[in-house]
């Protein structure tokens, strides 16, 4: 390649109304200075074009991943730069007088700035703040973290009271080639379609009434059947009391959209209603057990936290299916990933190739690339305005047994960013370590190849602990019911005159013992015979089950 190949191929890119470059070339990681001269020579004939070089939004020896990488993020750059300067736009006008963060894909929030230089980092960030909710609410080491929209149900974990983040995500069928906080999706929402296939199966989703025109029950011109219209035709969603009564939805409706499931199937409406909820349930149970059971967690001894609007309609048959013990619904269970943003740290994610082994260990390279990857998380986090006491730097490496195709990521300290020999055996133990609990072996006596390092800088937000202040007022007597409603219990086949509790009007240590409902502004929480509800002090219904 010359500089006449990358000029001719400027003047083709104009014609063609390329909005955004990305450059590839196969050594960068090791030499990037081939890749910089290609973007020097874009500048220099047309600086407006923003470019993505492979070597700094993903620097890995594998040339595929990378530059797919850049592609991804090169074709989503008008886009995230556009949407960030009408967000600039409206909040100034709107008189907005605070910090603007956004989420990124790592587990935390970035400047604007940051992410307009690596706007990939914007992919599939919504759902990472759901997990970072539960790190903050929960204890636990181990905690699943299912939350249920209107489309999807995104499922994630925490082992070890750590997220998880993997090193190969994926957007579609392509690999997006960076880091992502670990959160597998599946089309169960509420808005998820049922329907029957040729042999006569029920099927819930993928399919999705979306927003517009929605679940038949909305009377917005839907008149398929969804997980939602099921909801109603049981008797869990109140017709007159959904979004705390703020949008009327119809029964009339519902049970119309489902009857046709009930005619193909021949059953009783009802038993399709339930037939309804119960294959949604097994959908979601499936991408829990695909999050759990296949990366070496028992579900059984994990804590589950509620997301979304209509997890807690799901989760007691869920527990019960699972084995899970215990269970959370949050007060701001709706709004989960938006507190996740509110409470979440500032990060990056810096890596850099270096290849060394267990065979010819350089412990002095390896200290090298750690220091200049913690002065850029430092310059990082000075530009970010976090102060000196409030940082902090994770360090990791991928690692791999000699001849095995792919790494795993494991952690490390690393004192002053700086390793020697001494530390290699610590190094090592930890790769065998995670390698069994991954894949159930260690093979103690194989090489081990360290092929990248990785410094997380972390910042931490003033205030964003503040949420830990509120208390609840204790619950000086047993909770009253506001209500009693008819809901279908399938234990019973029958339906059942259910308590129905108003969420605001519990206090601290409210005891609920299921079968009952609990009503709140954005959600429908629903507590099969069982199981042991009980408010604590920031006012989230913590579940036992018995």
């Known amino acids: ?25 196969l050594w960068s990681v090791v030499n990037p200075i081939h890749e910089t001269m290609v973007r020097d020579i874009i500048a220099q004939a047309w600086p407006e074009i923003p470019v993505t070089l492979s070597h ?16 991804i993020d090169a074709s989503i750059n008008p886009i995230v730069r556009t949407y960030i300067e009408d967000l600039r736009q409206a909040l100034s006008q709107a008189g907005f007088q605070g910090e603007l963060l956004l989420a990124n894909c790592v587990g935390g929030m970035m400047p604007p700035a940051e992410m307009l230089r690596r706007p ?41 009271h750590q997220i998880i983040v993997t090193p190969d995500s994926m957007i579609h069928d392509d690999s997006l080639g960076i880091a992502k906080v670990d959160v597998r999706s599946v089309g169960a929402g509420g808005g998820s379609i049922a329907w029957v296939d040729d042999g006569g199966l029920l099927r819930v989703g993928p399919q999705s009434a979306g927003a517009r025109p929605g679940p038949a029950c909305y009377g917005a011109g839907g008149t398929a059947p969804t997980v939602t219209d099921a909801n109603v035709v049981l008797g869990i969603i109140d017709p007159d009391y959904f979004l705390g009564g703020r949008i009327k939805i119809s029964r009339e409706l519902a049970e119309k959209a489902v009857a046709s499931i009930a005619t193909r199937l021949g059953i009783p409406l009802l038993d399709a209603a339930y037939a309804i909820q119960t294959t949604s349930n097994h959908n979601m149970v499936g991408a829990i057990e695909e999050i759990t059971i296949r990366e070496g967690i028992n579900p059984r001894d994990s804590f589950f936290v509620c997301g979304g609007g209509a997890t807690a309609i799901h989760i007691a048959e869920m527990a019960d299916i699972l084995g899970l013990k215990r269970y959370m619904i949050p007060r701001f269970m709706a709004g989960l990933s938006a507190f996740g943003g509110l409470i979440s740290d500032i990060t990056r994610e810096e890596s850099a190739v270096f290849l060394t082994s267990t065979r010819r260990f350089d412990a002095a390279g390896v200290s090298d690339i750690l220091a ?33 195709s792919w790494e795993i990521e494991v952690h490390f300290e690393a004192n002053e960013a700086r390793l020697d020999a001494a530390k290699l055996p610590g190094l090592v133990e930890a790769f065998h370590q995670m390698h069994e609990r991954i894949y159930s072996i260690r093979s103690d006596r194989d090489v081990v190849e360290f092929t990248n390092w990785k410094l997380r800088a972390v910042g931490k937000r003033a205030n ?83």
């Open 120 to 160: 990939i980092y914007s992919v599939m960030s919504g759902p990472t703040l759901a997990p970072m909710a539960a790190l903050a609410l929960s204890d636990e080491a181990n905690v699943i973290v299912g939350d249920m929209g209107g489309t999807t149900f995104d499922v994630s974990a925490l082992r070890d």
């Open 372 to 404: 200049r990857l913690k002065v850029s998380g430092e310059a990082f986090l000075e530009q970010a305005g976090v102060e000196p006491d409030l940082r902090r730097f994770e360090f990791s490496f991928l690692g791999r047994y000699e001849y095995q």
């Open 464 to 546: 964003q602990d503040a949420w830990k202040d509120f208390r609840l007022a204790d619950q000086a007597t047993a909770p009253i019911a506001k209500t009693y409603r008819p809901a279908y219990l399938h234990e019973t086949r029958r339906t059942s005159s259910l308590p129905v509790y108003d969420m605001d009007q519990l206090g601290a240590g409210a005891a609920l013992d299921g079968p009952c409902l609990v009503e709140a502004t954005t959600f429908t929480a629903f507590l099969k015979d069982g199981h042991r509800g009980r408010v604590d002090p920031q006012g989230n219904i913590v579940v036992t089950v018995d």
């Open 56 to 71: 700094e939004v993903n620097p890995m020896s594998r040339e595929y991943k990378r530059i797919i990488a850049a592609a």
């Open 1 to 25: 390649m010359s500089r006449s190949d990358v000029e001719a191929a400027i003047a083709d890119f104009r014609r063609y109304g390329v909005e955004a470059i990305a450059v590839g070339l």
